[in-house]
């Protein structure tokens, strides 16, 4: 029997409505979604080393039988360490700890035959080599699961668990459906295909599953199989042609063609407070070059932390205005909306241009008076929040619309601004350097300008890392700043789920500092919780040095400028993402004194060290941001709500940078030059059908 690609799971023998709903829940539902879910690992089960072979330092699989078997601490609550000791054929032992390990004490069972992968120490107390944590799979399962043949013997695909459906289930629930599987269709032009010497798709399919005997395991692994390469690049290149596609359409419709006369440039002078650094020159430049062109600009302005991203975005602003146009600045929260209008407006004033602030706090009068200002085309320019894009907002003559920190905002609601202008030139800002293959995928629709400089006479900032123990360390360093006139923040997590945990912390911290290690130190405690009245005193008492010590949440991570802050001190940094820790950091080092950034942390293993370490060796936002992308993955550096971020099931951005450009390359010398108009419609269509919605690439055709 053939299965269709869409047919339910249902269909597949092995899958019960049980089975079904939790392959549903990883969003697998019909044989095509299974199929696309790809192993994340292979294994060569087919040359096994024995135990007694096995040499400290190497990542090995081994399959053995449960000797012995002891959980010790609390089985309740799944505490407790769990060790077990395997033998195989060479008489050799092993042994395995599991920590929170009660799981396992039902599944290794003496006798049980089970693989285990992970890397081999030596246990020095022991004399006995060891594997902390090791991934395992039981061999003796039942049935429905093919036979051992499938597992063991030969190179063997591992899944991500679904649920309950384990990767050794998966495994043969995916090997009943290649077999029952039809030939699949073959979208990517043939020119392509033959010159990069691809396997067809049903064959690359079938063999990134189950490859063939004798393919290097490494090359599995490194994802280079020429299956694995071909599925790759063509995930990639379906993406940049949409993206190509999109772009193409944005630039030919009709723009604005904005001068730069010598009254702009005039402007542009009497705005700057400050001689611009070079980057910034240059980020203007390309923005100006863009803004005298016919068609549409769509930039992503990019640079690290304190770079002077917004003076250029203003003077980009007095290109649009003096041209006639109005200007729109968005910005994701009332606190940045609110920072923009105070810092612009005494810039824009001195060109005699009227700033308009509108956020959802903004009073219905408010509202309603600067809507129909906008409307009458009286405000040049307006900065806010979401409030600027609901629907009953009208501009006279929208020519230029900047959005900052665009990552927290979904591609929609880039499109829905730049909507209410006859297609405005659109600047993106953002904070968060994000590295160059990254911002190919997801901005792969944008042009990139990067501030790549710091304006001059800034100090770097001196990081050093204690854990708990060393506490009081960094409180005399507190101290000794406090002592020289300066202040200091203290700052602790925010972790999604728990603000009110880490607001009890904070309130403890508070407790703590200002009755025991600084009774004689005006404190001050500022999070979300408060009200914003509240909010602001505390600010307000910090800002002029009533308070030297501010506990706060991260609510401080944007918009505060308090230039006699010279200490950052930050509790449990390891629960915070890198980009982040560098971001708090910038709140300090803002005046001429040196900044010190303190961070705490709980004891570390080494890969947690090895992040801390990164911030301590560097000020280099972007490098930290790789790093961060590096070390926690895509999903979580923008957030697990992040829009906009296309979910890939086998190419990976990070592993696979050479297959991008190399996708891109050919994705762009197709939608320019395509082979035929056949062949270019029949891309369109199936890039429609299959991967607008998955990719965000809010209309392609
Ligand atoms: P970001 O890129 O983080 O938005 P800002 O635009 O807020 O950075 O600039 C950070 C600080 O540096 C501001 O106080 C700004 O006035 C100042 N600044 C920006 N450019 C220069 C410059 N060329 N020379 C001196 N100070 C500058
Ligand atoms: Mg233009």
């Not at 002891?70 to 050799?92: C, I, V």
């Not at 863009?290 to 549409?296: Q, V, W």
């Not at 030297?548 to 390891?574: C, F």
């Not at 056949?678 to 690439?697: C, D, M, N, P, T």
Request: proline fraction near 5%; hydrophobic fraction near 40%.
């Amino acid at each position: 029997m053939t299965l269709a690609l869409d047919s339910s799971l249902t269909y597949i023998k092995g899958v019960g409505p049980a089975r079904a709903a939790m392959l549903q829940s990883r969003g697998l539902e019909t044989v095509e979604d299974l199929l696309h879910y790809f192993p994340f690992r292979y294994e060569d089960r087919s040359n096994l080393k024995p135990i007694k072979q096995l040499a400290p330092g190497e990542l090995a699989t081994v399959i053995a039988e449960v000797k012995s078997a002891k959980l010790s601490g609390f089985r309740r609550r799944n505490l407790g360490l769990f060790e077990a000791t395997f033998t195989d054929a060479s008489g050799g032992i092993l042994l395995a700890k599991w920590f929170h390990g009660a799981y396992l004490a039902d599944r290794l069972t003496v006798g049980t035959r089970v693989a285990l992968f992970g890397k081999i120490e030596f246990d020095n107390y022991r004399g006995e080599i060891q594997m902390m944590h090791p991934e395992t799979e039981l061999l003796s399962g039942d049935d429905e699961e093919g036979d051992s043949a499938l597992h063991t013997g030969r190179i063997v695909p591992v899944y991500e668990a679904a649920g309950k459906v384990n990767a050794r289930a998966l495994r043969a629930i995916i090997h009943r459906v290649l077999e029952q599987m039809p030939e699949l269709e073959d979208y990517l032009p043939p020119h392509i295909s033959q010159k990069l010497k691809f396997p067809n798709r049903t064959e690359a399919v079938r063999a990134a599953h189950f490859p063939p005997a004798g393919t290097p395991i490494r090359m599995l692994n490194e994802f280079r199989s020429p299956a694995q390469f071909r599925l790759i690049f063509e995930e990639f290149f379906w993406l940049e042609c949409g993206l190509e596609i999109k772009r193409r359409r944005a630039r030919a419709l009709p723009g604005i063609e904005f001068q730069l006369t010598d009254r702009v440039r005039e402007q542009i002078i009497k705005l700057l407070p400050f001689k611009p650094t070079g980057a910034q020159k240059r980020v203007l430049k390309e923005i100006a070059g863009d803004m005298s062109h016919t068609s549409p600009m769509n930039r992503l302005m990019q640079g690290d932390v304190g770079s002077g991203k917004t003076i250029v975005a203003a003077e980009a602003a007095v290109i649009a205005v003096e041209n006639g146009y109005q200007v729109a600045i968005l910005a994701p929260t009332e606190i940045l909306a609110a920072q923009h209008y105070f810092s612009l407006k005494p810039l824009f004033h001195k060109l005699g241009y009227v700033v308009a602030l509108l956020t959802g706090s903004s009073t219905a009068r408010e509202k309603q008076k600067l809507k129909d200002m906008l409307r009458a085309g009286m405000i040049p320019i307006a900065i806010g929040t979401h409030a600027l894009i609901e629907k009953d907002v009208e501009f006279a003559k929208l020519g230029f619309v900047i959005i900052d920190e665009q990552h927290r905002f979904g591609v929609m609601q880039r499109f829905e601004l730049a909507r209410k202008g006859v297609s405005p030139d659109v600047l993106v800002m953002t904070a968060t350097p994000i590295p160059r293959t990254l911002a190919m995928t997801i901005y792969g629709d944008l042009d990139i300008s990067t501030i790549d400089e710091l304006p001059p006479g800034r100090q770097r900032i001196i990081t050093k890392h204690y854990t708990d123990d060393q506490v009081e360390i960094a409180y005399s360093e507190m101290r000794k700043e406090i002592d020289l006139g300066r202040q200091a923040y203290v700052v602790y997590p925010v972790i999604e789920e728990s603000e009110t945990q880490a607001m009890k912390a904070a309130q403890q911290m508070f407790e703590h500092l200002s009755r025991e290690v600084f009774p004689d130190i005006p404190v001050g405690l500022l999070h979300g919780r408060l009200g914003s009245a509240e909010k602001e005193a505390a600010m307000e008492a910090f800002k002029s040095g009533r308070t030297k010590i501010l506990v706060s949440t991260t609510v401080i991570e944007v918009g505060v400028d308090v230039p006699n802050a010279t200490v950052m001190v930050i509790e449990q940094a390891e629960r915070f993402g890198l980009s982040q820790l560098h971001q708090l950091r910038g709140r300090v080092g803002r005046g001429a004194d040196q900044s010190y950034c303190l961070l705490i942390t709980a004891k570390l293993n080494d890969t947690a060290k090895d992040r801390i370490r990164t911030l301590v060796d560097s000020s280099d936002g972007f490098k930290i941001a790789e790093m961060d992308l590096k070390l926690r993955g895509p999903g979580e550096f923008f957030g697990t709500k992040q829009s906009g971020l296309p979910s890939l099931k086998i190419a990976n951005i990070l592993r696979d940078p050479d297959i991008l450009v190399a996708a891109k390359h050919e994705a762009r010398a197709f939608v320019e030059e395509p082979p035929s108009a056949e062949a270019f419609s029949k891309a369109v269509e199936y890039i429609k059908g299959h991967w607008q919605r998955r990719y965000g690439l809010v209309q392609v055709g």
